[in-house]
């Protein structure tokens, strides 16, 4: 009786184990399909096809040589338009009757229309010409233009990221310690340093190791985090991956899987502009989960 206890015992051990590993399965490919479906998206990161920063002054833009904002590609026009950079903000003005859009509905009919404005780090004038659509972004002191082809190559030739085995020893509890100061420094690939709200420090263990790493409050529903570990540079993307995290509960409590540790946009496109990881944020740890390296960026 007693050995008939300890099977069924044990079988229903096994069955928990492999409903719950399971269940992560599951889960982490679920968030891989949205993570997939957004990158294609007309806002993702797998159609960009030039950042062209701009100089104060009149900025012309097009196919032909010797443009300062330069894109070539047979079905852009040689001279489309100008960006005008003055002050604080930005305007655009128009070189020929080419039909050019903003959010693919009003024709921009003016000659002169402003789309940017100081204040803002992206503008909300999203401008289009056919397959094309770009949009002024600010970084710190730099102004420029991000430019996409909604029918790029990396974009329809996409298939997928490599991603390590999906594993429940990946899936770590964690404590996140408040932080002793308000703000993280982060510097990006530009080499520009900014601060960023400091969420505090996040606590973890693996193999009776105890890692820390300090996280961002984005404002969102979870925290953020951009890391390296020793995989960097080998199976993973180089500059480091980023990861999510729930927001603790009032002890401070959350976990961290790195199943779902994503790369930056740079893995995908040279024309993105991604933060880069801290050195506090650099461990000493080999974590075989999550997105594997990408492309040649």
């Known amino acids: 009786m007693k050995k008939a206890a300890f099977i069924l015992f044990a079988i229903t051990i096994t069955f928990?184990?492999?409903?719950?590993?399971?269940?992560?399965?599951?889960?982490?490919?679920?968030?891989?399909?949205?993570?997939?479906?957004?990158?294609?998206?007309?806002?993702?990161?797998?159609?960009l096809e030039g950042l062209f920063w701009l100089h104060k002054g009149v900025n012309t833009f097009g196919s032909a040589a010797g443009t300062d904002c330069h894109y070539q590609h047979p079905m852009f026009p040689e001279q489309l338009g100008s960006?005008?950079?003055?002050?604080?903000?930005?305007v655009w003005k128009n070189a020929t009757a080419n039909t050019i859009t903003i959010h693919k509905k009003a024709?921009?009919?003016?000659e002169a229309y402003k789309v940017f404005?100081?204040?803002?780090?992206?503008?909300?004038?999203?401008?289009?010409?056919g397959q094309f659509s770009w949009v002024i972004i600010k970084?710190?002191?730099?102004?420029?233009?991000?430019f996409r082809n909604l029918k790029a190559n990396t974009l329809l030739n996409f298939k997928g990221i490599e991603r390590f085995p999906v594993s429940d020893k990946w899936k770590l509890k964690a404590r996140l310690v408040p932080p002793a100061q308000d703000f993280l420094m982060i510097t990006n690939v530009l080499g520009q340093t900014t601060a960023s709200k400091n969420a505090g420090t996040l606590h973890f263990q693996k193999e009776g190791i105890e890692y820390t790493l300090d996280v961002i409050d984005e404002g969102g529903p979870t925290l953020f985090i951009v890391f390296a570990d020793q995989t960097s540079g080998i199976s993973t993307y180089g500059a480091g991956r980023f990861i999510d995290v729930p927001k603790p509960d009032k002890d401070g409590n959350t976990e961290i899987d790195f199943n779902i540790a994503y790369n930056p946009p740079c893995a995908f496109t040279a024309f993105a502009t991604c933060p880069l990881p801290p050195k506090?944020?650099?461990?000493?740890l080999k974590i075989e989960a999550g997105e594997k390296n990408y492309g040649h960026h």
């Open 16 to 47: 928990n184990t492999f409903a719950q590993s399971k269940a992560l399965t599951d889960s982490v490919n679920n968030w891989y399909k949205k993570r997939n479906y957004y990158l294609k998206k007309e806002d993702g990161w797998l159609n």
């Open 83 to 90: 960006f005008v950079y003055e002050g604080d903000s930005v």
């Open 107 to 110: 024709t921009l009919k003016e």
């Open 117 to 129: 404005s100081a204040g803002a780090s992206y503008s909300d004038k999203v401008m289009d010409y």
């Open 139 to 146: 970084r710190e002191d730099k102004v420029g233009v991000r």
């Open 280 to 284: 506090q944020n650099r461990l000493v």
